[in-house]
């Protein structure tokens, strides 16, 4: 088969999206870790260097030959599995979780990877398993298997936020690669019914992140601190926004994690609802890139990773999003691209390049090289 | 590898689902597009004024409080720096570990259950305000707080001011104190000019002439970080300090005055006679004004308030006494300008008087024998005054004393006065439903009985004899120059002027002078080269049956109040001391060395001039 060169076959927009986004995170974080008059230089300098190397990464995943990243996803996951081991057993301590491994100067978060690969191996069974009408009940339990493992070891953590994020993975999978709408619906039921079992087995601390985003005002200078000075953040901005350097919740130290977490907070503060509008739009367009691809892609295996890629984003940002809005309780979850961190740029970026060389796969069949039929084809 | 690619166009349900997830997120953008749009746009407002209130606080710029100086200048209440803990409510994190922790590092001097509380009531009614949780802190104090300030959310050392007063008990009575303002003088000030923690004058001049002195609080607006560290000036309005309350006090004798009644209880009061000005005003025992100032300890308030002689009453002004012999010059002067008596009518006493079947002892057991009225007040001889008493009976007696301002209101500028009692036959038939009786009229003739008297009246009714019948208003503020820089003078107020006869009042200066110069029983007072003029007074406060036992022999109790009133020079009067000591004994032995020491030091600056010769 000659078809079309790897470049003249790759998904610039996705690319080019993110990046417009990285560029956003990169003049936040600089917003955001200043102090008062001096400028947080250092960080912004190790965020561009998570970039580049994120870039990166993006191309070193890209190039991977055709079929090899369904061949290898198995290997891949349980390697991450391991690292979660590891992280459980020997990880860095910091805020009363284990969440981190140390690795040089800098420290990483294997619950990252665990995403991507939890997708790409719960792609490569579900694809497998593909049926016209509906994957059923006994084909679809092995593939809740892949994604119980990491969930406990994650929630073992504890990071409940992360492990949330893995059932989001699985259900939007699920969705893509066609599980039968009743098995669906059962499950729907099934983790509704699960709600307070997994209260009763979540610490003290989440549970009152739970109670205070119910009510904020419970405790305003404790669990309920974090929401509300976000809101005020938030809110404050108004419609253009106090201008870029100009917000005060950030640099005056009244959010919390203002470069991580809630890096939105600081910037819709200084961009207001139009700087709001504007990123949001940029989500939107990368999830429905994603989407499109998943829905263009020749090859099933394809369609259902970049499903899968897609969901992962779609879920980080609206739970990011939500959270620092005071819709969704306090969760460690970052903003891909805009908050500051390395494991969820490189994550990011390599999940983008998972997704732009499974796409890669829309021209092979089409011989003429024309462009993706869209989503409605 | 294209054995691998499974073609999915057969799949249709894929691009279905697909296309189903991406709505999914499309709804749930909406959602967040909405939840912004609340945020940002609807209810912005809210959030920029709670951004703001995060962000920005109100300090109070305390005004200094003004000076209050005495004649020559000098400070005798001042605002000095003092370095404060102050807690701002809202910025604590843990109230009672952070209390617990500068009680240990800063031995608190405040009851620590009581700042508990009004940090408590604050974080709910006022959480930016500022308390004041302990003064004056030593310098060891406070940098210890700086070490230990990552632990002290809230808490902060600021330099703030302090009250203090260079002469400690000195004139404790007439300056007061002052106090943080009470949540009712909160409330009632007028154009809301007090804020919470501000000092007001409670007591003394402080209050009375609060207005002048409390000056314009000005304003800080200052942005704080969330740990509550002030980061910069937004806005800042400057205070204006309080005006300079000057007095006609003079430092110099209010020492003098404190150090000659020493640990004894009483009162010695200066006045210019000519003007009203008051030049020195002690009550013994006193408090110290600065212990107020850095805020008074419970025990410390409970030991002032249940001491048996009574630290906190101004004795000048508040107490009375029976006058004792300090009463004869007026009886004098009454029969004088009655023309009731001569003074050269002789009157024999043989050591008593009797009444009926009641017997009046002369203090002199053995008699004076035969004596005029000079002689009777020189020797201060009771059978003349018993008799002298009796013949003009309490009316006339009463208005004489009444018109030279005895058991009146003297309207001093210090607050708190009472008015003493001067006894007549009208009074008695309100107050008993009973006539006069004679034997009221024969004590009338000592000081006795009914009649009590603040030594303040007394100094008053001394001033109007020096004077010739001026009685002036005392008053103790000569000039106030206001927050504006208005200066207003306070000008000598004369209350009456009696027409009293000259030769009568010559008469009763010369017998006053005789009282010190001429053998008389106020020697104790004879100052060289210059003519005091006096009265000693023992005022019995129990009568003892029997025998005459000296003063000094009884319990303190009921022991005698010794007075000494004078003035000098008697020719031309710049001065009247008056000394009033609660159970001292004999006022000639008691007193009278008190009112020496005031002259003396009154003198010591003042060059006396040649006698001026009175209607010349």
């Known amino acids: 088969m000659t078809g079309p060169s790897k470049w003249a076959r790759m998904d610039w927009p996705l690319l080019i999206n993110a990046l417009a986004l990285c560029a956003i995170g990169l003049l936040n974080v600089y917003s955001g870790t200043r102090v008062h008059g001096t400028p947080g230089t250092a960080l912004v300098v190790k965020q561009l260097v998570w970039i580049l190397l994120g870039v990166a990464g993006f191309f070193a995943v890209f190039l991977i030959s055709d079929g090899f990243i369904e ?68 084909e679809f339990l092995p593939g809740i298997g892949f994604v119980l493992a990491p969930f406990l070891l994650v929630a073992l953590q504890p990071d409940l936020g992360s492990a949330g994020v893995f059932l989001f993975i699985l259900a939007g999978m699920a969705v893509v690669a066609c599980v039968h709408w009743k098995v669906l619906a059962f499950f729907a039921a099934a983790g509704v019914g699960a709600v307070p079992v997994l209260w009763f087995f979540m610490k003290e601390y989440q549970r009152q992140r739970v109670l205070t985003f119910m009510n904020p005002e419970l405790d305003p200078l404790g669990a309920g601190y974090h929401v509300i000075q976000s809101k005020i953040a938030v809110g404050s901005g108004g419609i253009i926004g106090k201008g870029y350097l100009q917000g005060t919740q950030g640099s005056l130290r009244f959010l919390p994690e203002q470069h991580t977490d809630f890096a939105f907070a600081v910037f819709s503060e200084e961009w207001g609802f139009l700087g709001s509008l504007l990123l949001l739009a940029l989500f939107l367009l990368l999830v429905y890139r994603l989407f499109f691809l998943a829905a263009g892609s020749q090859d099933r295996f394809a369609s259902v990773a970049c499903g899968g890629i897609a969901v992962f984003f779609r879920t980080h940002m609206v739970i990011n999003l939500a959270m620092v809005c005071g819709l969704f309780p306090v969760v ?46 | 590898m294209k054995s691998r690619i499974r073609k999915r166009e057969q799949d249709p349900d894929i691009t279905r689902r697909s296309r189903l997830l991406l709505y999914v ?34 300090r109070t710029v305390r005004a200094p409080r003004g000076l209050i100086l005495d004649r020559k200048g000098r400070a005798i209440a001042e605002t000095q720096g003092s370095f404060d803990l102050v807690c701002s409510p809202v910025d604590v994190m843990d109230l009672e570990a952070e209390i617990g922790l500068l009680a240990e590092i800063v031995e608190f001097d405040v ?59 000195a004139f404790a009575h007439v300056l007061g104190y002052v106090g943080e303002a009470s949540p009712q003088e909160l409330d ?3 154009d809301d000019s007090l804020a919470m923690g501000d000092l007001v004058g409670k007591y003394g001049l402080e209050r009375l002439m609060d207005d002048d002195l409390r000056g314009v609080n000005g304003g800080r607006k200052v942005e704080v970080d969330a740990a509550g560290r002030d980061q910069r000036l937004v806005e800042e309005v400057p205070s204006r300090s309080g005006g300079a309350v000057h007095t006609s006090l003079d430092a110099d004798l209010q020492v003098t005055a404190q150090d000659a009644l020493g640990n004894r209880a009483g009162a010695v009061i200066a006045l210019a006679p000519r003007t009203g000005e008051v030049l020195a005003f002690f009550s013994g025992p006193a408090f110290d004004p600065n212990v107020f100032a850095r805020g008074i300890r419970k025990a410390e308030w409970q030991a002032l308030n249940t001491d048996p002689r009574k630290p906190m009453q101004n004795k000048g002004l508040q107490g009375t006494y029976a006058p004792g012999s300090t009463i004869k010059p007026f009886l004098a002067m009454a029969a004088l300008e009655e023309k009731m008596q001569e003074r050269e009518k002789l009157v024999f006493c043989p050591g008593s008087y009797r009444l009926g079947n009641r017997v009046f002892r002369c203090w002199r057991e053995k008699g004076h024998g035969a004596v005029d009225m000079y002689r009777a007040i020189v020797q201060s001889c009771d059978v003349y005054f018993y008799t002298l008493g009796l013949k003009l009976g309490p009316d006339r007696v009463a208005k004489l004393e009444k018109d030279a301002g005895l058991g009146t209101i003297t309207g ?27 034997y009221e009229s024969v004590l009338l003739g000592i000081g006795q009985g009914a009649v009590h008297l603040t030594p303040l009246e007394v100094s008053v009714g001394y001033a109007a004899l020096a004077t010739g019948g001026e009685v002036m208003g005392p008053r103790v503020v000569s000039k106030v120059i206001a927050k504006d820089g208005k200066v207003r003078v306070h000008a000598p107020k004369m209350l009456r002027k ?64 010794a007075w000494f009133v004078a003035f000098a020079p008697v020719d031309d009067p710049q001065i009247v001391v008056a000394a009033m000591v609660e159970h001292g004994g004999h006022g ?25 010769k009175e209607g010349a």
Do not use: C
């Open chain 2, 188 to 190: 009632q000030s007028k």
């Open chain 2, 588 to 612: 000639g032995s008691a007193a009278a060395p008190i009112v020496k020491a005031v002259m003396q030091e009154f003198f010591r600056t003042r060059p006396v001039g040649p006698p001026r």
């Open chain 2, 25 to 58: 997120a499309f709804g749930a953008f909406a959602l967040l597009l909405g939840r912004l749009y609340w945020l940002q746009v609807v209810e912005s407002e809210r959030y920029r004024n709670l951004a703001e209130n995060n962000r920005l606080r109100l």
């Open chain 1, 71 to 138: 061949e290898t996803a198995n290997g891949f996951f349980l390697a991450v599995l391991l690292l979660l081991v590891v992280v459980l057993l020997a990880g860095k301590v910091r805020g009363g979780a284990q969440r981190w491994i140390a690795f040089g100067a800098f420290n990483f978060q294997p619950s990252e990877f665990a995403k991507i690969a939890v997708t790409l191996a719960l792609a490569r069974y579900l694809s497998s398993k593909y049926r016209y009408g509906g994957i059923g009940l006994k």
């Open chain 2, 412 to 438: 001093i500028d210090l607050p708190g006065e009472r008015k003493g009692l001067v006894p007549d036959a009208e009074w008695k038939r309100t107050v008993s439903k009973e006539r006069w009786y004679d």
């Open chain 1, 332 to 377: 460690g979850i970052p903003l891909p691209f805009v908050s500051y961190g390395g494991s969820s740029m490189l994550t990011g970026m390599m999940a983008l390049g998972v997704a732009a060389n499974l796409s890669r796969s829309r021209f092979t069949f089409q011989g003429s090289g024309g462009r993706g039929r869209g989503i409605d084809s």
């Open chain 2, 498 to 561: 009696l027409p009293w006869t000259p030769e009568n009042v010559e008469f009763i200066r010369k017998a006053l002078a005789g009282v010190v110069n001429d053998y008389g029983t106020g020697g104790a007072a004879k100052l060289p080269g210059i003519v005091v003029g006096g009265k000693t007074g023992t005022a019995q406060v129990a009568s003892v049956k029997g025998k005459m036992i000296k003063s000094e022999d009884l319990p303190y109790e009921i022991r005698d109040h």
């Open chain 2, 111 to 169: 009851d620590n259950n009581e700042v508990l509380d009004k940090i408590r009531t604050a974080k709910r009614t006022n959480p930016f305000s500022g308390i004041t949780v302990a003064r004056d802190l030593r310098f060891e104090q406070v940098s210890v707080i700086e070490f230990n300030r990552e632990n002290l959310p809230g808490f902060s050392v600021l330099v703030a001011a302090k009250r203090s007063y260079p002469y400690g008990t």
